[in-house]
């Protein structure tokens, strides 16, 4: 070929390359449709089709596994993403927005068949990871609504948006309208198989996205994060272990924010967050995990009646639960007010299997703020748990109590230090600020607090007490607790939910 010539194919081979659509050397992922799914230069890329996605996402996420060389995960673009359920198995790698104002994945009315996975030993969820190591992040989750006579629209949410959702517009994310989605996110392990089932692990993290969900007691989702068993759920012998985190991120308007159930000495990190409106911010139960929940905001103000909420829940609900886990709670801010005589503790420790002795929790609560008010809203609330430290917080407003140790069932509890937590003064309670029940033995309360206190325990060492002018009167004291305790069994309540229909 003359150099004439190869300089003039070079020529419009260079100009044919420039004009051509970059769509046309997109390349596309096996079996997914290249209109919306392409390997980009650093992960598989979707873009919404404004329908429903969910066909897109599930072949996106399958494929990763599956190019040569490898690729670290899948990007949504802006936009919303309209889905059903998504189910991946040994996921590792990011599945991501652009940010979380961007982009939103939105969960349509009436998509999800709940009865099906709830007959297949599964939990009920709209992103389900089992097994794996998925990072979901960059996004925000949400409800949507569809029609025969309508595109699909997203019911957009605001941070810190303290009124409900549209949710009447929305009957349920369930195909059985009266059947409740379980979450938005589960990690999990596979389906229960009752006894004799092994354990499995993931290594799961949540990073900078936003949940928002139908409104507590709506019934529409019970819970933005569920870090749990399938057999947690269904009944059997399989544990989950790993590691789980949520950092910066947003959830509100759910039954329970972040549902945690983990074994084997697991860890789960809930740092950065913003919780409000929540029946429970966060809920840990049945649990043997190391749990750190630091810098997080928890925010409920109640103006209805909901019933019992609480910023942070740790329960132990079954006579098999393991007996020891691990609580790390620093540098929270604890905002709860209610004007409806609604029962409140910003941090609840419940035994709530009357059979089972008090569950060693370990728990440390240090450095956190508790601004409180209402007539029935509590600091820190502990039934029938041991070995518990709270120290350098700093409460203030009204409420019921700054801090309440009790012991029930006839189970005497132990280990209980109450000290350097600022001066008490700051908050004016109904009751005073310290409240040690009957059964609790051997309470440390250290000097410096000018804290009231109201004591019923065995070898309670207490310094720097101030005298009430008044002796404390039981008179409805004790009623008082009971409703409390009735309250507060709303966990149990919340626990059977959970339990499959």
Same mark, same amino acid.
């Given at each position: 070929?003359?150099?004439?010539?190869?300089?003039t194919?070079?020529?419009?081979l260079?100009?044919?390359?420039? &004009?051509?659509?970059?769509?046309?050397?997109?390349?596309?992922?096996?079996?997914?449709?290249?209109d919306?799914?392409?390997?980009?230069?650093?992960?598989?890329?979707?873009i919404?089709t404004?329908?429903?996605?969910t066909?897109?996402?599930?072949?996106?996420?399958?494929?990763?596994?599956?190019?040569?060389?490898g690729?670290?995960?899948?990007r949504?673009?802006?936009?919303?993403?309209f889905?059903?359920?998504?189910?991946?198995?040994?996921?590792?790698?990011?599945?991501?927005?652009?940010?979380?104002?961007?982009?939103s994945?939105v969960?349509?009315?009436?998509?999800?068949?709940?009865?099906?996975?709830?007959? /297949?030993?599964?939990?009920?969820?709209?992103?389900?990871f089992?097994?794996?190591? %998925?990072?979901?992040?960059?996004?925000?989750?949400?409800?949507?609504?569809?029609?025969?006579?309508?595109?699909?629209?997203?019911?957009?949410?605001?941070r810190?948006?303290?009124?409900k959702?549209?949710?009447?517009?929305?009957v349920?994310?369930c195909?059985?309208?009266?059947t %409740?989605?379980?979450?938005f996110?589960?990690?999990?392990?596979?389906?229960?198989?009752?006894?004799?089932?092994?354990?499995?692990?993931?290594?799961a993290?949540?990073?900078?996205?936003n949940f928002?969900?139908?409104?507590?007691?709506?019934?529409?989702?019970?819970?933005?994060?569920l870090? /749990?068993?399938?057999?947690?759920?269904?009944?059997?012998?399989?544990?989950?272990?790993?590691?789980?985190?949520?950092?910066?991120?947003w959830?509100?308007?759910?039954?329970?924010?972040?549902?945690?159930?983990?074994?084997?000495?697991?860890? &789960?990190?809930?740092t950065?967050?913003?919780f409000w409106?929540?029946?429970?911010g966060?809920?840990?139960?049945?649990?043997?995990?190391?749990?750190? &929940?630091?810098?997080?905001?928890?925010?409920?103000?109640?103006?209805?009646?909901?019933?019992?909420?609480?910023?942070?829940?740790?329960?132990?609900?079954?006579?098999d639960?393991?007996?020891?886990?691990?609580?790390?709670?620093?540098?929270?801010?604890?905002?709860?007010?209610?004007?409806?005589?609604?029962t409140?503790?910003?941090v609840?420790?419940?035994?709530?299997?009357?059979?089972?002795?008090?569950?060693n929790?370990?728990?440390?609560?240090a450095?956190?703020?508790?601004?409180?008010?209402?007539?029935?809203?509590?600091?820190?609330?502990?039934?029938?748990?041991?070995?518990?430290t709270?120290?350098g917080?700093?409460?203030?407003?009204?409420?019921?109590?700054?801090?309440?140790?009790?012991?029930?069932?006839?189970?005497?509890?132990?280990?209980?230090t109450?000290?350097?937590?600022?001066?008490l003064?700051?908050?004016t309670?109904?009751? %005073?600020?310290?409240?040690?029940?009957p059964?609790v033995?051997?309470?440390?309360?250290?000097?410096?607090?000018?804290?009231?206190?109201?004591?019923?325990?065995?070898?309670?060492?207490?310094?720097?007490?101030?005298?009430?002018?008044?002796?404390?009167?039981?008179?409805?004291?004790?009623?008082?607790?009971?409703?409390?305790?009735?309250?507060?069994?709303?966990?149990?309540?919340?626990?059977e939910m959970?339990?499959?229909?």
């Open positions: 070929m003359s150099k004439k010539k190869q300089y194919f070079s020529s419009l260079f100009l044919f390359l420039l &004009v051509m659509p970059l769509s046309s050397w997109a390349q596309g992922i096996a079996g997914c449709d290249r919306f799914v392409n390997l980009g230069e650093k992960a598989i890329e979707v919404p404004g329908i429903d996605d066909a897109n996402i599930q072949c996106a996420l399958d494929g990763v596994g599956t190019i040569f060389g690729v670290p995960g899948v949504l673009s802006a936009g919303d993403f889905i059903s359920s998504i189910v991946v198995e040994n996921y590792k790698g990011y599945f991501q927005g652009e940010t979380r104002d961007t982009t994945l969960v349509l009315n009436g998509s999800v068949n709940c009865a099906a996975m709830h007959s /297949a030993g599964q939990a009920a969820s709209a992103l389900k089992i097994k794996g190591e %998925p990072v979901v992040r960059y996004m925000t989750i949400e409800l949507g609504i569809t029609s025969a006579t309508s595109k699909p629209t997203a019911i957009k949410g605001k810190g948006d303290k009124t959702p549209q949710a009447v517009q929305i349920s994310p195909l059985d309208s009266s %409740p989605l379980d979450s996110i589960n990690f999990t392990g596979r389906p229960a198989e009752g006894p004799g089932c092994g354990n499995d692990v993931v290594f993290e949540v990073d900078r996205t928002f969900g139908g409104g507590r007691g709506s019934e529409l989702v019970f819970t933005g994060i870090a /749990a068993s399938e057999s947690n759920m269904f009944g059997g012998d399989c544990g989950l272990l790993g590691q789980v985190t949520v950092n910066q991120s959830i509100g308007n759910f039954d329970s924010g972040v549902f945690t159930a983990l074994r084997g000495g697991a860890h &789960v990190d809930v950065f967050n913003t409106d929540n029946s429970y966060l809920f840990i139960t049945n649990s043997n995990q190391t749990t750190t &929940v630091s810098n997080n905001i928890f925010d409920v103000l109640e103006t209805g009646s909901s019933g019992y909420s609480a910023g942070l829940y740790g329960t132990a609900s079954a006579p639960a393991p007996r020891t886990t691990s609580m790390n709670i620093f540098n929270n801010n604890f905002r709860f007010e209610d004007t409806q005589d609604n409140m503790d910003a609840g420790l419940y035994n709530a299997d009357g059979d089972a002795p008090p569950q929790v370990g728990v440390f609560i450095n956190n703020t508790f601004d409180l008010a209402g007539d029935d809203v509590a600091g820190i609330w502990s039934d029938t748990v041991n070995n518990g709270v120290t917080n700093a409460f203030s407003g009204g409420g019921l109590v700054a801090v309440e140790v009790l012991a029930d069932d006839g189970f005497p509890v132990f280990g209980w109450i000290t350097g937590n600022g001066d003064r700051n908050i309670p109904l009751d %005073p600020d310290i409240w040690i029940g059964g033995n051997d309470t440390f309360i250290g000097d410096g607090q000018f804290h009231t206190l109201h004591d019923e325990g065995t070898n309670t060492h207490s310094f720097g007490d101030v005298p009430i002018d008044q002796p404390v009167s039981l008179e409805g004291k004790v009623e008082k607790r009971s409703s409390r305790s009735k309250a507060r069994n709303h966990s149990t309540k919340f626990l959970l339990k499959k229909r």
